[in-house]
C-alpha cells in the first residue's frame, strides 16, 4: 500500500479512524442541511397557483401498475397507425415521382446520350432504382414518426415508461435503465449502444448490450410496416386493415421487449451473474412540447440525417444488386446460384433463398431489405413478369408490391409473418456491430451479440414454420 | 447572443455515418475515460480533461443536475439547434461548443449531468476530475428553480471547489407556473457568485447570463471557494487540522478544506492526486489570477 508512504494519506487515516464511522453520510447530511436552509429563505412559494395536481393526476394512470401498461400500448399503438395511414398518399406520389417517371426519364437520357446498356444497367436500374426506392419507401414513414416520438419525449413521457417497465428489468436481472436505453434503440440500435454508458455496473452494461438489437430500429421500421400493411392487414376488411396493421407492428414489438427481457434474464442467470444495481429515476415535470421547434430538429436531425445514410448505403448496393443478377457464372447469374444454394435453409424457416441473400447484401443497412428483396425477387423471376434482369418493373403502389412477392415471389402469409420476425430477430447492422465492439473491448462480446439474435431468429422462425405447416 | 464561431470546434465532432438519429449521444471517442483521466491530468491537466482553450480566450464548464435544462443552455449559447429530451441522463457524451461574446472566443464544454461530486459513479468522477484540474475559468451551473433544495447540494460541493461560478437558475417559467418565486439577489448573496435567472427554452435570460460569465472570466479577483462550516465539532477540528497539512504540502491550494473533507472520506481519486502531486498544480491557479 502506498497510502502508508504518504504523511498527509496518513493523517487523513489517523483523523478518520478518530471519527464516527458514519463521517460519510454526516458531511452529507451537512450539506443538505445548509442547502435547505438557503433554499427555505430563498423560495416563496404560491401553494393556491401550484399546479403540480396535474402532474400528480397524469401520473397516477401513466405509471399505474395496470393503467400504465394500457396507456403506454395505446400511445404507441396510435403512433404506428398515425405513420401507417398518414405515409401511405405521399409514399405512392413519391413513388409516381421518382421510380416510375425519374427512372424512365433517366433511361431516356442514358439512351439519348449512347450510354452502353451496363453502364445504363448499372447507373439508373442499379444505383438510381436502389435509392429512389428507399427515398419513396422510408422518407414519409420517418418524417411522421420521429416527431411524433419525439413530441412523446418532449412531454416527458419517456421516464415514464422506463419507470413502468422497471419491475420487469429488475426482476430479469438486469438494470431499470435499460429501459431507457432500450427505447433509444427504437431509434437507431447504434446510439441505443452508446447510451448504455448511463448504466455503470459493466454486469448490467453488457446485457443491454447485448439486449438492444432486440428493440426495432428505424432502419428496420419500413420493413415492418409494409409487411403488416400489405399481407397481414390485406387478410381483413379494407375499413379495418389500418388498424390490423398497426397492431401487428405492435405485437411485433410488444414480441420484441418480451424478447429482451427473456434474454436479460437468461444472461443474468448464466454468464452474466451478480447482483442488479439500486438507483434512483428521476419523474421530470411534464413540459408543454414546443411543436414547432420539435417538428423543425425532428426533421433535420433525425430525418435527415437517417434517410442520408440510408442513400448511402442503399446506392452501392443497387449496383451490387445489378452485378449479382447480370454476372453469370454458367447457365445462370451469380444471385440465381446463391438463391438456389439458401433455398433449403429459408424454406425450413418460412423464408426463402431471396430473403436470406437480400439480408446478406444488406448487411451494412437494414434499410434496404426491402427494395433489394424486390429487385433480387424481379430479377430471378423475370421470365414470368418480362422485366429485364436486375430491373425493378414500375410497381404504382403497394399493393402492387404486394403482387409481384406473391405471383414471382411465391410468397404466403407465412412468409410476411416471417420476415416481421426475421426482422426482430437478427444480426444486428455492421455499424452496431462496430459500435458494440467499440464499447466492449471485446471479440466474444461482440461475438454473441452478433450471433445471439441471428441464433434465435432462425429458430423462432423455424418454429413457427412448422407449426404452421402442421396446422395448414 | 455572441454569433457562434465558425470554426471545426463548434458543436459535438460528427457522428460520421455512424448512426442517423444519434443527435443524442454521438461522440463515443472524445469522452474523457474513466480512471485514464486522472493519469494523463498528472501531465498536462487541462489538455488531458479536453479543456484545452486552443484558440479560445476562455473556457466555460457547464454543470448541473439531470433535467435541469442543462442541454438547452448549451444549445442556447452555442446556438446549436440539437434536439434535447425530457429525461435524465441522456448526455451520454459529452458536447462541446463554442461561442464568441465582448470580442472574445468561449469554449465551452458540457459535464454530465450529476447529483453530487462525491465520486460515486463515472459521471460524478469526470465532472469532479474536470471541475478541479481541469480550472476552467467559468462554471456555470445550471439549477432548476423548481427544485431548488434538491439542486443547491451540487452548488455548495462546486463552490467550495471554486470561486468562478455562475449560477444559471433556470427554468424560471415553469416555476412561475406552479407558483414558485426564487429570491435571485438573496441567493446571490448566500452563494457569493452571480445568480442569473433564465428561462433557456425561451431564450430568457440569455444576456444576462452571458454578461455574467464574462464578468466572472475576466475577474482579476474572483471569489474564494466557500467555506462551509461543519456542525459536528469532531469533524470542524479534523477538517480544520488536515486543511492546514493539505496547505502545507502544496501551498497555495484554494480549495484545501474541500481536498480535506474528500480525503477524510477517502476518495480514492483525491488520494492519488496527493501521491502523484497533481494538487500541487493547483497553486499555479492563484499566481496566475494574481
Not at chain 1, 164 to 188: E, I, P
Not at chain 1, 407 to 420: K, R
Amino acid at each position: 500500500m502506498t497510502d502508508l508512504l504518504d504523511p498527509l494519506l496518513q493523517q487523513a487515516a489517523r483523523l478518520r479512524q478518530g471519527l464516527p464511522d458514519d463521517v460519510g453520510d454526516r458531511i452529507v447530511e451537512s450539506l443538505y442541511t445548509d442547502a435547505s436552509r438557503i433554499a427555505e429563505t430563498s423560495v416563496d412559494r404560491d401553494d393556491a397557483r401550484a399546479k403540480l395536481t396535474v402532474d400528480r393526476a397524469l401520473d397516477r394512470v401513466l405509471t399505474h401498475r395496470v393503467w400504465g401498461f394500457v396507456a403506454m400500448g395505446v400511445l404507441f399503438f396510435g403512433v404506428f397507425w398515425f405513420t401507417i395511414a398518414g405515409a401511405a398518399v405521399p409514399s405512392d406520389l413519391l413513388y409516381v415521382l421518382l421510380v416510375e417517371n425519374g427512372h424512365a426519364w433517366l433511361q431516356g437520357l442514358f439512351a439519348a446520350v449512347g450510354s452502353p446498356w451496363w453502364l445504363t444497367g448499372l447507373l439508373v436500374d442499379g444505383v438510381y432504382l436502389a435509392t429512389a426506392w428507399v427515398v419513396a419507401v422510408m422518407l414519409p414513414p420517418m418524417a411522421i414518426f420521429f416527431p411524433l416520438f419525439t413530441l412523446l419525449e418532449d412531454f416527458g413521457y419517456l421516464p415514464r415508461v422506463a419507470f413502468n417497465l422497471d419491475r420487469l428489468f429488475a426482476r430479469s436481472g438486469a438494470h431499470g435503465k435499460q429501459a431507457l436505453t432500450m427505447m433509444m434503440g427504437y431509434g437507431c440500435n447504434a446510439a441505443g449502444v452508446t447510451a448504455t454508458r448511463i448504466i455503470d455496473s459493466r454486469r448490467e452494461r453488457l446485457i443491454a448490450i447485448i439486449t438492444n438489437n432486440f428493440s426495432i430500429c428505424n432502419g428496420r421500421w419500413p420493413t415492418l410496416i409494409l409487411m403488416g400493411t400489405i399481407f397481414v392487414g390485406a387478410v381483413v376488411p379494407p375499413a379495418l386493415a389500418g388498424f390490423v396493421a398497426a397492431g401487428s407492428v405492435v405485437a411485433v414489438v410488444i414480441v420484441g421487449i418480451g424478447v429482451t427481457l427473456a434474454v436479460s434474464w437468461l444472461l443474468s442467470r448464466t454468464v452474466l451473474r451478480g447482483e442488479s444495481s439500486v438507483y434512483s429515476l428521476e419523474l421530470p415535470p411534464y413540459r408543454p412540447p414546443q411543436v414547432w421547434r420539435t417538428l423543425y430538429t425532428s426533421i433535420i436531425d433525425r430525418t435527415l440525417k437517417v434517410l442520408r445514410r440510408a442513400l448511402v448505403m442503399a446506392a452501392p448496393a443497387g449496383a451490387v444488386i445489378w452485378l449479382i443478377g447480370n454476372v453469370h457464372l454458367g447457365d445462370a447469374s451469380v444471385a440465381a446460384h446463391l438463391v438456389t444454394a439458401l433455398n433449403p435453409l429459408g424454406w425450413v424457416i418460412g423464408l426463402n433463398g431471396v430473403i436470406l441473400l437480400a439480408y446478406l447484401v444488406a448487411v451494412p443497412a437494414n434499410e434496404i431489405i426491402i427494395p433489394t428483396i424486390v429487385m433480387l425477387t424481379l430479377t430471378l423471376g423475370a421470365n414470368t413478369l418480362g422485366a429485364a434482369p436486375g430491373v425493378m418493373l414500375e410497381l404504382g403502389d403497394d399493393a402492387q408490391v404486394g403482387q409481384v412477392l406473391v405471383t414471382a415471389g411465391g410468397w404466403t402469409l407465412l412468409t410476411a409473418v416471417n420476415l416481421m420476425l426475421f426482422t426482430l430477430l437478427h444480426n444486428p447492422c455492421s455499424t452496431t456491430v462496430m459500435t458494440i465492439w467499440h464499447e466492449t473491448r471485446s471479440v466474444r462480446w461482440t461475438t454473441l451479440a452478433t450471433l445471439l439474435p441471428l441464433g434465435l431468429g432462425f429458430a423462432v422462425c423455424a418454429l413457427t414454420a412448422f407449426v404452421w405447416r402442421l396446422a395448414m | 447572443m455572441g454569433a457562434p464561431l465558425p470554426s471545426p470546434g463548434v458543436g459535438p465532432p460528427p457522428a460520421g455515418d455512424a448512426c442517423g438519429s444519434c443527435a443524442l449521444a454521438p461522440d463515443a471517442t472524445r469522452r474523457a475515460k474513466p480512471g485514464g483521466t486522472k493519469r494523463s491530468g498528472a501531465a498536462a491537466p487541462k489538455a488531458g480533461l479536453g479543456l484545452d482553450p486552443g484558440r479560445y480566450d476562455h473556457v466555460i464548464a457547464l454543470a448541473g443536475n439531470p433535467n435541469t435544462g442543462k442541454s438547452t443552455v448549451f444549445n442556447a449559447l452555442t446556438g446549436l439547434r440539437q434536439h434535447v429530451g425530457n429525461w435524465a441522463g441522456k448526455t451520454v457524451a459529452r458536447a462541446e461548443g463554442g461561442f464568441s461574446y465582448g470580442g472574445a472566443g468561449y469554449r465551452i464544454v458540457d459535464l454530465p449531468g450529476t447529483y453530487s461530486l462525491l465520486s460515486t459513479s463515472t459521471d460524478e468522477d469526470v465532472a469532479r476530475d474536470v471541475l478541479l484540474f481541469g480550472r476552467p475559468d467559468v462554471v456555470v451551473v445550471v439549477v432548476d428553480a423548481t427544485r431548488l433544495e434538491r439542486n443547491l447540494p451540487l452548488v455548495l460541493q462546486i463552490r467550495q471547489i471554486t470561486g468562478r461560478v455562475v449560477v444559471a437558475l433556470n427554468l424560471v417559467d415553469e416555476a412561475r407556473r406552479h407558483g414558485i418565486t426564487v429570491d435571485t439577489r438573496h441567493l446571490t448573496r448566500e452563494l457569493g457568485v452571480p445568480v442569473v435567472a433564465t428561462a433557456a427554452r425561451r431564450g430568457q435570460g440569455l444576456p444576462d447570463l452571458l454578461a455574467a460569465i464574462a464578468q466572472v472570466a475576466t475577474a482579476e479577483d474572483p471569489p474564494k471557494p466557500l467555506r462551509l462550516v461543519h456542525r459536528d465539532p469532531a469533524l470542524e477540528r479534523a477538517v480544520a487540522d488536515l486543511a492546514t497539512q493539505v496547505e502545507a504540502r502544496f501551498p497555495g491550494v484554494p480549495n484545501s478544506r474541500w481536498v480535506a473533507l474528500r480525503l477524510l472520506e477517502g476518495d480514492a481519486g483525491i488520494e492519488s492526486a496527493v501521491r502523484e502531486g497533481t494538487l500541487g498544480e493547483l497553486a499555479g491557479d492563484l499566481e496566475r489570477a494574481g
